[in-house]
């Protein structure tokens, strides 16, 4: 499901860093009046949009703390006018069903798949960035091509093979899967930023007859911090969040949350309890690591990709 | 921690992956103290292994998978892409791909644009940037529970609804009283004349007209009705409309009881001849008062509409409106990303440009339709072909938000080939070939991704 345009946006002159606010040129008081105007009526429309983008998290959170009862009466939004209603007996619920085995799951999913990205990708990125070898070019292209592809073409191929070799359902198949398909762009994305370190750096190195490996393990990694953090941040998230993959490859007993959460959907009413508090929960991380690292996540983006 | 979404600070050529050391186009041509081709063989394997089996293979695999039938025994050549383009539920699925992928990527693209242009002009854009893009962030399943829950059929649950029926309310004032009908007989002094209900004596001022109403039911009556009061007669034509039945019993027809409710919000005529010359809603004890009407006897009239349920909204998880309704969760995940990029790229507009033409005298619309468009259209194809990517895999969201019932008429490629290959379809053969029909899909886009690339780092 990585979706990725091989090029940042680009054609973005340098120099432009001065500040916004100062977009609507100097005019006479009318001129002021008007200006003032607009920017009130603008301020109360961004407000009204902000709520719209708001609103529907913040009802799945009332939801999940109110009983199914209450919920199935009346909009979670009465919550204004009773907010004595509120309880946590969903997420007892949900903590006494299937919800903390999946819970571990994802997380026993997410981090291996991550760092094995980022380790597999840096080595292959430096070998890119900074190794000769026949076909370098076209070999880069082709890992440009692989950007895109539907992660559906290789659904059955794989649940044959996983088949052949017994880890259909398991994690590490999960995992193994996760990580194929988060390479294309992890490799995009540090090659692009190694290229960018100095020459001169690696040459001194080199000269001063350090082996490959040292070079890219006390320099070149060290070096590309910024640019593991957002890869880092972005497959953590994308493998934290991925459905599809885990619907195929994950069997009951090694579901991720969003398998467990899906598997409830069909009672949509009567679940209502475990499936308002589960996504509630399940989106509570991702939200954590998106504020805090907030910076890389929208660098990462920006190079080039989205999930 | 806010400096990135305060984005326009920092033009997009820094924000990108070769952050402050420069940009990707700087090739290492000149290298002496090179590593032999077998070291880097070694650094590459690991990933060339699993690209080759996890990507490359099962592509080879597809093609040739495509070509049998459910079993994998049997050669069917190109007959399961047949089945893609004659199939009638494969025809809704490709036609919901399309609506999918004209529609969306244009909504998103233009929201993000306007978001881009607006959060220039408020002091509180970082906020605003982070609640809109908060949603990348959360898994679609989640997104999907949320918009469930939004697309509630009743106004009492799914907040859609409930603004809907809010608004329409406010404009439409009429509460809804569905099977509700006069109270018949020779003794009641009014009767059904169509749906409507009116009066059988003409009525005049000073004299309250009396409007007696039965079978109307429980759920529909509304929780600030009050006990039914006439109104003094005073010189204006006034009158009750009532719930003419005691609760347990008692009571006489056609007359006011004491425990009797009025029945509010019900829009009253007063017609003369085939003219309705005045209009009166009632209140809470059911009375009703029709100000400033001339003199005279008229017919009071409760118009059907009065007798027609009330406006409950649409049903955006029914098979007509699934679709849309998805799209709508999806430019609320999307909206964010494509804000972002924007507004990066409106950032790096040199201000000069748009300091001349104002200088020049050109209005504020014909400075972004001539200036800011074209400069930031680079930056409006990549958010575009990103989403019509996105448009062409969309699989949770629909998978989610799609009642069981609905699927069917929701159901998109990505979807469909799952559900055929695992979602108890049991048919790998046309699995594979829904999945080489995305495939090629998102071909052009590869190519195209390929020849940028080349471009700018030659």
């Given at each position: ?46 407000v009204i949009?902000?709520l719209f983008?708001l609103v529907p998290t913040l009802g799945l959170m009332v939801v999940s703390l109110r009983t199914n009862q209450v919920n199935s009466a009346e909009g979670w939004w009465t919550i204004f006018t009773k907010p004595a209603e509120l309880t946590i007996t969903s ?176 009672q949509f009413g009567s679940n209502m309890d475990?499936l308002s508090s589960?996504?509630f ?27 | ?144 529970v949320i918009f469930r829950l939004v697309y509630e059929q009743s106004p009492d649950k799914g907040l859609a609804n409930a603004i809907l029926t809010t608004v329409h309310d406010t404009f439409s004032s009429s509460q809804g009283y569905p099977e509700a009908r006069p109270r018949e007989g020779?003794q009641s002094p009014v009767a059904d004349q169509g749906g409507a209900v009116v009066t059988?004596?003409?009525a005049?001022?000073?004299?309250p007209v009396l409007i007696p109403i039965v079978g109307v039911k429980p759920a529909v009556m509304p929780a600030n009705a009050a006990p039914a009061k006439a109104p003094q007669p005073g010189?204006a034509l006034s009158g009750v409309v009532w719930f003419d039945f005691t609760a347990g019993g008692g009571g006489t027809s056609g007359q006011v009881d004491g425990t009797e409710k009025g029945l509010p919000g019900m829009t009253v005529e007063a017609v003369?001849?085939?003219?309705v010359?005045g209009t009166a809603t009632t209140a809470e004890d059911g009375s009703f008062r029709f100000e400033g009407l ?6 009071v009239r409760l118009p059907k509409a009065n007798f027609e349920a009330a406006y409950g909204g649409l049903s955006w998880l029914g098979?007509?409106l699934?679709?849309?309704a998805?799209?709508g ?74 009642p ?55």
């Amino acid at each position: 499901m990585t979706t990725a345009t091989a090029s940042a946006p680009s054609g973005a002159p340098s120099d432009a860093t001065s500040g916004l606010g100062a977009g609507a040129p100097r005019r006479g008081i009318a001129g002021k009046i008007v200006d003032r105007l607009g920017s009130g009526a603008v301020q109360v429309v961004m407000v009204i949009l902000g709520l719209f983008w708001l609103v529907p998290t913040l009802g799945l959170m009332v939801v999940s703390l109110r009983t199914n009862q209450v919920n199935s009466a009346e909009g979670w939004w009465t919550i204004f006018t009773k907010p004595a209603e509120l309880t946590i007996t969903s997420y007892k619920n949900l903590l006494s069903g299937g919800f903390s085995a999946s819970f571990w799951n994802t997380v026993l999913i997410t981090v291996p798949t991550t760092v094995l990205v980022i380790g597999i990708a840096a080595m292959a990125a430096y070998a890119f960035a900074w190794m000769e070898f026949p076909g370098r070019d076209t070999a880069f292209l082709v890992v440009v091509g692989l950007l895109i592809v539907p992660i559906q073409i290789a659904l059955i191929p794989i649940a044959v093979l996983y088949g052949n070799v017994g880890i259909f359902g398991s994690i590490p198949g999960v995992v193994l899967f996760h990580v194929a398909f988060g390479l294309p762009f992890a490799i995009f994305l540090l090659r692009n930023f190694f290229v960018g370190i100095p020459a001169s750096l690696l040459e001194a190195a080199r000269m001063d007859g350090a082996s490959e490996w040292k070079i890219f393990a006390s320099v070149v990694f060290p070096l590309g911090k910024p640019a593991i953090a957002s890869l880092g941040i972005f497959q953590f998230l994308w493998v934290w969040n991925d459905m599809l993959i885990a619907l195929v490859f994950a069997d009951t007993g090694n579901q991720p949350m969003t398998k467990y959460l899906q598997s409830q959907m069909r009672q949509f009413g009567s679940n209502m309890d475990i499936l308002s508090s589960g996504a509630f929960l399940s989106l509570i991380i991702p939200l954590i690591l998106f504020f805090a690292f907030q910076r890389y996540f929208v660098q990462g983006m920006m190079s080039g990709s989205v999930k | 921690m806010t400096e990135r979404l305060d984005g326009p600070k920092v033009p997009p050529a820094t924000t990108a992956g070769g952050a402050a050391t420069g940009p990707a186009d700087t090739p290492p041509k000149k290298r002496r103290l090179g590593p032999s081709p077998a070291v880097a063989i070694a650094f590459l394997l690991p990933a060339a292994l699993l690209l080759g089996i996890w990507v490359v293979y099962p592509i080879v695999y597809s093609i040739i998978r495509s070509l049998f039938d459910a079993k994998g025994s049997g050669f069917v050549g190109l007959g399961n892409y047949a089945t893609i383009f004659t199939d009638g539920g494969m025809l809704t699925t490709i036609r919901n791909n399309l609506i999918w992928v004209v529609v969306a990527p244009i909504i998103v693209t233009t929201i993000g644009l306007i978001f881009a242009v607006l959060t220039e002009r408020i002091k509180w854009a970082t906020a605003f940037k982070l609640i809109v893009f908060m949603p990348m962030a959360v898994s679609l399943m989640a997104a999907g529970v949320i918009f469930r829950l939004v697309y509630e059929q009743s106004p009492d649950k799914g907040l859609a609804n409930a603004i809907l029926t809010t608004v329409h309310d406010t404009f439409s004032s009429s509460q809804g009283y569905p099977e509700a009908r006069p109270r018949e007989g020779d003794q009641s002094p009014v009767a059904d004349q169509g749906g409507a209900v009116v009066t059988k004596q003409p009525a005049q001022a000073g004299q309250p007209v009396l409007i007696p109403i039965v079978g109307v039911k429980p759920a529909v009556m509304p929780a600030n009705a009050a006990p039914a009061k006439a109104p003094q007669p005073g010189n204006a034509l006034s009158g009750v409309v009532w719930f003419d039945f005691t609760a347990g019993g008692g009571g006489t027809s056609g007359q006011v009881d004491g425990t009797e409710k009025g029945l509010p919000g019900m829009t009253v005529e007063a017609v003369r001849g085939d003219e309705v010359a005045g209009t009166a809603t009632t209140a809470e004890d059911g009375s009703f008062r029709f100000e400033g009407l001339p003199a005279g006897s008229y017919t009071v009239r409760l118009p059907k509409a009065n007798f027609e349920a009330a406006y409950g909204g649409l049903s955006w998880l029914g098979p007509t409106l699934i679709t849309p309704a998805i799209i709508g969760a999806f430019v609320w995940v999307w909206a964010g990303f494509a804000m972002v990029l924007l507004a990066a790229g409106l950032a790096a507009i040199p201000r000069d440009a748009l300091e001349a033409a104002r200088m020049d005298g050109a209005t504020e619309w014909q400075v972004f339709r001539r200036i800011t468009v074209p400069l930031l259209s680079p930056v409006l194809l990549v958010v575009f072909v990103t989403m019509i990517i996105n448009t062409l895999k969309v699989f949770d969201l629909v998978f989610i938000i799609a009642p069981a019932s609905v699927q069917p008429q929701a159901n998109v490629v990505a979807l469909e080939m799952w559900r055929v290959s695992f979602g108890g379809g049991n048919n790998q053969g046309l699995g594979s070939a829904l999945a080489i029909f995305l495939l090629v899909l998102v071909l052009p886009f590869m190519i195209m991704n390929i020849r940028r690339f080349r471009r700018e780092n030659t």
